[in-house]
C-alpha cells in the first residue's frame, strides 16, 4: 500500500543543491572535453566527495576506463550520459512502500535515529500524510530522558490532531511503549508512531533498550512493528552508512528515512547506503515544512540529479 505519490517537479525543487554540486559539478568537467586519463581520474574524484561510495565509484569509472580503451566512449558527454543510465542500474527489485498491517489491527511504525537527525520532525511528517489519507495516527513519546523532547511531539501531536501517550520523565520508554499498544488497540487506531529517544550508534546500553521497546511491540501486538525506520541525516555523508549497519543489527530495519536532503550538495549517499546495508531507502526529507517529504524513487531522485 502506498503511502504517498512522487512527486518529480517537487523532487527536484529539493534536490537544486545537490543537483548543483553532483551533476552540475560532472557536467562543468565533462562537456565539451575528450576523455583521458587525466579527466577519467577527476571524475573518479568527484564521485567520492559526493558520498556515492568508493566501491560505488571504482565500478564506475571502471566502466567508464573500459569503454575508453576499447574506443565506444571518447568524449565527456558520453561519459556523462554512461554515469547516469549506469546509477539507474544500481536499484534492485525492492518494495520501497511502507508496510501496514490487516485491516482491524494497528500498524505499528517504530522509529529510531541518533540525536539531530530530524527524528521527531520525520515522525510528524509520517503522522501528516497518514492523516491526509483519513487514517487515524497515535504517537508514542518513548524519549522519556529529554523534557523538551516529549513537548515538541506534543506540540506536533497538538498541531496534527492526533492522540498522544507520553510517561514520566525518566521513565522505562519500553513501558511507554507498552502502553501505547493498549492504547491503540482500545481505540481501534490505525497506526501507531513510535519516536524512541535519540542514542548514538555505537553506545550499546542505549541499543539495547531500543531492542527491548522493539521486543515489548512484538509481545503484545502480532506481526508488529510493521515498519522499523531509521532516520539519517544526509548531511552527515559516511558516517550515515556506520549509523544504518549498527542500528540494522540491533533491530532489523526495514527502511530508512533519509533527511535534510535538500541540505547537502552530496546526495550521493543515498546510493552509499543502499550499497553498503541494502535496506531501502523509503522516504526522503527535501525541505523544512510537514509537507517536505517523498517517497524515494530511484529513477525520479537520478533524474532530478541529473537535471540541467
Known sequence: MGLFK?????????????????????????????????????????????DVG?????R?????????????????????????????????EEDRQLTFAPPGSPTVILVAGVNGVGKTTSVAKVARQLRSMDKSVLLAACDT???????QLEIWAERLDVQIIRGQQGGDP???????????????????????????????????????????????IPDAPHEVLLVLDATTGQNAVN????????????????SKLDGTARGGIVIAIHEAIGIPVKLIG???????????????????????
Request: net charge negative; proline share 1%.
Open 6 to 50: 512522487s512527486v518529480l517537479g517537487k523532487v527536484k525543487s529539493g534536490l537544486e543543491r545537490t543537483r548543483e554540486t553532483f551533476a552540475g559539478g560532472l557536467r562543468s568537467l565533462l562537456v565539451g572535453r575528450k576523455l583521458d586519463e587525466e579527466l577519467i581520474r577527476e571524475m573518479e574524484s568527484r564521485l567520492i566527495q559526493s
Open 54 to 58: 568508493v566501491q560505488t565509484a571504482l
Open 60 to 92: 564506475l569509472i571502471n566502466g567508464v576506463r573500459a569503454a575508453y580503451k576499447d574506443g565506444t566512449m571518447s568524449k565527456g558527454e558520453d561519459a556523462l550520459a554512461y554515469l547516469k543510465s549506469e546509477l539507474k542500474t544500481l536499484w534492485r
Open 145 to 151: 530522558y529529554r523534557a523538551g523532547a516529549v513537548r
Open 174 to 220: 519500553a513501558a511507554v511503549a507498552f502502553d501505547a499498544c493498549d492504547a491503540a488497540l482500545a481505540r481501534n487506531v490505525d497506526v501507531l508512531l513510535i519516536d524512541t529517544a535519540g542514542r548514538l550508534h555505537n553506545q550499546a546500553h542505549l541499543m539495547r533498550e531500543l531492542k527491548k521497546i522493539r521486543d515489548v511491540v512484538q509481545r503484545r
Open 243 to 258: 549509523q544504518a549497519k549498527e542500528f540494522n543489527e540491533a533491530i532489523d530495519l526495514t527502511g530508512i528515512f533519509l
Open 286 to 308: 527535501i525541505g523544512e515544512t510537514l509537507d517536505d517529504v517523498e517517497p524515494f524513487d530511484p529513477d525520479a531522485f537520478i533524474e532530478a540529479m541529473f537535471e540541467e
